[in-house]
Nanobody
Framework: QVRVVESGGETVQAGGSLRLSCEAS????????IAWFRQVPGKEREFVSA????????YYADSVKGRFTISREDIKNTVYLQMNSLKPEDTAVYFCTISADHPPPRAQGEYRHWGQGTQVTVSS
């Protein structure tokens, strides 16, 4: 059974940084792509970033490109999302999820396994 657990969400001031972690179990981690999505109340979950199993190719939403960096540490079954220059509009619950596809999908409906999410709040 696949299980994903997010951590690292906090309240930070605008311009600050956070690092989120996503630990996945139940699969051969190195054979899977990991994606981060975020959601605010009343809106659909939106794609933020993903890292593929193939050569650790990375993907970013335009809104976070240049500020966020995704990386993976397969020996720890963990993916990280380093978030710099945070803005109030980055405030959301951040979720990670897992896929066997390359490239990893950007549509939330393509994913089956989700964690509980971690709250990121950026104050102005």
């Amino acid at each position: 059974q696949v299980r994903v657990v997010e951590s690292g969400g906090e309240t930070v001031q605008a311009g600050g940084s956070l690092r989120l972690s996503c630990e996945a179990s139940g699969r051969t981690f190195s054979s899977y792509s990991i994606a981060w999505f975020r959601q605010v109340p009343g809106k659909e979950r939106e794609f933020v970033s993903a890292i593929s199993w193939l050569r650790s190719t990375t993907y970013y939403a335009d809104s976070v490109k240049g500020r966020f960096t995704i990386s993976r540490e397969d020996i720890k079954n963990t993916v990280y999302l380093q978030m710099n220059s945070l803005k109030p509009e980055d405030t959301a619950v951040y979720f990670c999820t897992i896929s066997a596809d390359h490239p990893p999908p950007r549509a939330q409906g393509e994913y089956r396994h989700w964690g509980q999410g971690t709250q990121v709040t950026v104050s102005s």
